[in-house]
């Protein structure tokens, strides 16, 4: 019987705790969870030279060599920020973002959220190599920042993912101009000019009417990543930059397509059947055409879109959050996050992300230049604001460039790590009451 009660017990709270969350949310925070126990088990060796072994591929003569972690971060994540520039670019076209009075408030949001944690970073370290992590909590990770938002599924409006989406994408360009301006010693200007050759035939092939993916694919990957990840900037831009050039419209317009489909229909019911279960050649040659026909009626953006989704979902995010979720915590952690380098670092990214996002955001709707989106509350911008202030992925990548002091990029991990985790925490609770605020009013 207290068995019962107890199994019982479990399973209310473990429906209370994941009710609305989806697949990829829970499965997220499950690699998370398992990345940081991994790491801090007696197993953590195995964590450390798994994600640090090498892999290799080679074509010929041609080879490129580089530990687990970096195949991930730079080459499985551009797949991630090629289905963003998608879902960005498909609203821009017809969506939510089509007017520029949508674009600005994300856009604004995105300045004043790098701004304000850049100078907050440089009140508590003004020399030194100290100062030169001014650029760590700039970051939004927008893989982690949109993962927690997942958690609430169709419980929060549409636009605020859209206006996250966009705030971190300008947020994470913003991360690599920094990065490529103030912390690449040495960018192959000849390699970036290949890479935006390679973009320039991409535009081209959409602007003379190339629709077949396996052309954008062998020039996005082939040509524009590999030439990113040369050139010594970041190539997950290699994806944003690549989804622009994916062809957005239709190849038939809405009234031939369907004139056309209502024409091979007829045929096809016309033909005479053949005995059993096959049908004739003819009738076959007629579905190869409604086939056609139909592709002709889609957008290539769309059909990668939705092609993406579950590869993302379930592959890249995952790997992405097992391989940099594992941190190490050893010595005195609170030494270490009160720190100049580990204060500057927490209050950048939980108060100055915060501050930024929510205060450019107030004055751009005050001043009439832009309005918050449909169906969205300040207290939502609010909640969002605080998820800008989870900095993961490019905040870690940045670390690694800014110092040279090991204690000092310690300090900003276990920095980054906990503020955005309390970040994460406060922008969660803020929306979670947000969103049972809609449900109390569409009962009422």
Known sequence: MIKEKTYSTIRTLFSTTFKGLNNTGILLLITVIV???????????????????????????????????????????????????????????????????????????????????????????????????????????????????????????????????????VDDLGGVLVIAIFYTSGISMMNLFHALLFFGILIIGNYVGIRKMWFYAIIGIGGVWLAFFFSGVHPTIAGILTAIAIPGRVKIEKDTFLKRLSTLHSRFIKIKP????????????????????????????????????????????????????????????????????????????????????????????????????????????????????????????????AFTDESFIFSAKVSILFSSLIAGIIGSIILMKSSKNIQTSKKA
């Open 35 to 169: 990345a940081m126990v991994w790491a801090n088990s007696p197993w953590q060796e195995m964590y450390r030279s798994l994600i640090r072994t090498d892999i290799s591929f080679a074509i010929g003569d041609f080879e490129i060599t580089e530990p687990v972690i970096r195949w991930i971060n730079d080459g499985l994540m551009a797949l991630f920020f090629l289905q963003v520039g998608l879902e960005l670019k498909r609203e821009i076209i017809g969506g939510k973002l089509s007017t520029p009075q949508n674009t600005i408030l994300p856009i604004g949001a995105a300045i004043g959220g790098m701004a304000f944690p850049a100078l907050i970073y440089f009140l508590f370290n003004t020399t030194g190599e100290a100062s030169q992590g001014w650029g760590i909590p700039m970051a939004t990770d927008i893989a982690f920042s949109l993962g927690v938002l997942a958690l609430f599924g169709k419980r929060l409006p549409a636009a605020l993912r859209i206006f996250l989406v966009t705030l971190a994408i």
């Open 274 to 401: 053949v005995k059993g279960t096959l049908i004739s050649s003819e009738q076959l040659d007629i579905l190869e055409k409604i086939k056609s026909t139909s592709s002709e009626a889609e957008t290539p953006l769309q059909k990668l879109e939705k092609a993406l989704s579950p590869i993302v979902d379930f592959i890249v995010l995952p790997l992405f959050a097992l391989a940099n979720a594992g941190i190490h915590l050893h010595g005195d952690l609170l030494k270490v996050i009160t720190s100049p380098v580990g204060i500057g670092v927490g209050l950048g990214l939980i108060f100055g992300k915060f501050i930024g996002i929510a205060t450019f955001s107030r004055i751009l709707v005050a001043l009439k230049l832009a309005k918050l989106p449909k169906g969205v509350t300040w207290n939502m911008i609010y909640g969002t604001a605080f998820l800008g202030g989870i900095g993961f992925t490019i905040s870690l990548f940045i670390n690694e460039l």
